[in-house]
């Protein structure tokens, strides 16, 4: 009776002790995935959103340096007024 008491002991303490490791290996697991989580988005960060940022912000650049012949042409002085005969334009024809 007692060997018997004795073997169904054993045998809960390895059960235990094997679902006490497949929970540490199942947060392992999940760290381990939220790690990789993290490195992807560092990733994209790195590789997609700041470079498509940069060219956002160079293609604005480029996009006031072309208009600013245009607009400095444009602007009137209060004192300015046309010449005799027509419209005054700029020398590139805007």
């Known amino acids: 009776m007692r060997q018997a008491e004795l073997g169904r002991e054993g045998e809960t303490a390895e059960k235990n002790a094997r679902v006490k490791a497949q929970e540490a290996e199942v ?25 498509a940022k940069a060219e956002k912000l160079a293609a604005f650049a ?6 600013a012949p245009i607009l400095e042409c444009v602007r009137i002085p209060m004192e300015w007024t046309p010449p005799p005969g027509g419209i005054a334009m700029c020398q590139d024809g805007y």
């Open 27 to 51: 947060k392992a697991e999940k760290v381990l995935e939220m790690k990789r989580v993290e490195h992807e988005e560092q990733r994209l960060r790195a590789d997609v959103i700041e470079p």
């Open 62 to 67: 480029r996009a006031e340096a072309e208009a």
